[in-house]
């Protein structure tokens, strides 16, 4: 069976997005999804996104990681990317504004041409885990804004090996169902230099959507920062704007189409 593809990237984030509005793609398909994500031997992507039909929202957005092909939570980025796409697909009096579910949510976005705006309703968990045994860091912060998150400050970002130092800490034994790993710098009081190391893909991408607000809510606690906080990721920019309770988040940036083609199933 051969099946139409779509390839996104959200600032660097990139993804493989199937369109299922009519459910005939399983979501029980983890080792076909796991083969597509591989670099140099399938695709390629940090992760699959389904595009399907919805009772309540404009659609439904289905999430599946690239190191095992299993369902998680969330994907900030793809988030975007999705949205991106039902502006093009839906074409309902070209709005701009949806609504969708997610595993644990519903969201709303906004597209304007390549820019997508999403609104992150999610942010829960914070302390469960005690940092503190890392003591080579300033503080650690614990998080979820749609899937875990461990944020970290560091000096001279560029030069730190956050692929071993991310690594260690997404495995801890401390976090039952594993982490996301963020190591950030301030730039200046409204830019911040990022990277993260994923978990579901095993490895430093170039952005990571949730991973930014995470971060944009320790910036928010421990520094006191307000309104914006533009992040330098390896594949951009993202921004992220809040007010002052951080209570309406928003996570932005570019959105890019790459290519389609299909593929057999």
Not at 140 to 152: D, E, K, S
Not at 238 to 243: C, E, I, P, R, S
Request: hydrophobic share 35%; aromatic share 14%; net charge negative.
């Amino acid at each position: 069976m051969s099946e139409k593809f779509y390839k996104f990237s959200g600032t660097g984030n990139d993804f493989i997005l199937f369109d299922n509005r009519d459910g005939h793609i399983s979501a029980e398909n983890a080792e076909l999804f796991k083969r597509l994500c591989k670099r140099r031997l399938g695709i390629g992507a940090d992760g699959v996104v389904l595009f399907e039909k919805s009772k309540t929202c404009d659609f439904r957005m289905r999430y599946f990681n690239a190191d095992d092909g299993k369902e998680a939570e969330m994907c900030g980025n793809g988030g975007r990317v999705i949205s991106y796409f039902a502006h093009q697909a839906l074409s309902t009096e070209s709005r701009g504004e949806y609504s969708f579910q997610t595993y644990n949510s519903v969201y709303q976005s906004k597209v304007d041409g390549d820019y997508v705006e999403l609104k992150m309703p999610e942010l829960y968990d914070e302390g469960r885990y005690d940092l503190s045994k890392y003591s080579d860091y300033q503080f650690g912060l614990y998080i979820n804004t749609g899937a875990p998150h461990a944020v970290f400050p560091v000096i001279d970002l560029k030069k730190f090996p956050v692929e071993t130092k991310g690594a260690a800490i997404r495995k801890d034994s401390l976090f039952e169902c594993g982490t996301n790993v963020n190591f950030f710098e301030i730039l200046n009081e409204k830019k911040v230099r990022l990277r993260t190391f994923e978990r579901g893909v095993e490895a430093e991408t170039l952005a990571c959507g949730t991973g930014a607000v995470a971060v944009a809510y320790a910036l928010f606690k421990k520094y006191s920062m307000r309104r914006e906080v533009l992040f330098e990721v390896l594949g951009g920019q993202l921004k992220v704007l809040f007010d002052n309770d951080f209570k309406n988040v928003w996570l932005c940036g570019k959105v890019d189409f790459i290519y389609s083609g299909e593929v057999e199933f």
